[in-house]
């Protein structure tokens, strides 16, 4: 599963947004990329921390590239 949490530090009257995407089985790069696609819609315009549940350099060639296109998207 592949979850976001979302809070606008200028408006915390808009409040904590949450979401999940549930999956069976495991996300492969392009399944991740597709999730990080619809979450570009899920943040409403605000920049994002992408947080791991593995370090950052352990992601493959083809998700750091595409992370590092992003420019509303931070990985930490």
């Given at each position: 599963?592949?979850?976001?949490?979302?809070?606008?530090?200028?408006?915390?009257?808009?409040?904590?947004?949450?979401?999940?995407?549930?999956?069976?089985?495991?996300?492969?790069?392009?399944?991740?990329?597709?999730?990080l696609e619809?979450?570009?819609?899920?943040?409403?315009g605000d920049?994002?921390?992408?947080?791991?549940?593995?370090?950052?350099?352990?992601?493959?060639?083809?998700?750091?590239?595409?992370?590092n296109g992003?420019?509303?998207?931070?990985?930490?």
């Amino acid at each position: 599963m592949a979850g976001a949490l979302g809070h606008h530090s200028t408006d915390p009257e808009r409040g904590a947004r949450l979401r999940f995407h549930p999956k069976p089985g495991s996300y492969d790069t392009a399944g991740l990329i597709e999730v990080l696609e619809r979450m570009k819609v899920f943040r409403r315009g605000d920049n994002v921390v992408l947080v791991w549940g593995r370090p950052v350099r352990s992601l493959g060639r083809a998700m750091r590239a595409w992370t590092n296109g992003q420019d509303w998207l931070t990985p930490a």
